[in-house]
């Protein structure tokens, strides 16, 4: 105790005050930190009756095709390229396969191919753009 005493006296006002900020940085942090934990986990458990359900991703599948049609068909006409087109209907064959699985009974397989798609289709959809340049 003596020691941390000692070394206290040998320390500058700035330098306590810089950890004191810290020190209360940090708890502000840890109090944000609990209050969006509780939030999200009281979120989720209400959301995730909602967002399980298989009508939002068919929802979403119309929409990314219907988005996909309009911009890699303005895309084509444009720049003349059909590369972007065919890998965004690669993405979009992905997605179309998540959502005709039987809902639930394979779940990571669904979610693997929603995601694979998803990803490949916005790889798609940086590829039209690039080529409008």
């Known amino acids: 105790m003596r020691y941390i005493v000692v070394m206290a006296r040998h320390d500058s006002p700035s330098i306590i005050d810089r950890l004191d900020r810290w020190a209360i ?31 939002i991703h068919q929802v979403g599948l119309i929409a990314a095709m219907l988005l996909g049609a309009v911009a890699f068909g303005r895309g084509l006409l444009r720049h003349r390229q059909a590369l972007p087109m065919a890998v965004g209907a690669i993405g979009l064959a992905l997605m179309a396969a998540a959502v005709v699985m039987p809902h639930g009974e394979n779940h990571l397989a669904e979610s693997m191919l929603t995601i694979a798609g998803v990803a490949v289709l916005a790889g798609a959809h940086a590829l039209n753009r690039r080529a409008y340049r």
Do not use: E, F, I, M
């Not at 509780?38 to 989720?44: I, M, Q, S, Y």
């Open 25 to 55: 940085w940090l708890s502000a942090a840890c109090v944000a930190h609990c209050v969006a934990t509780t939030a999200a986990v009281a979120t989720l458990a209400v959301a995730g009756g909602v967002l399980g359900n298989p009508v």
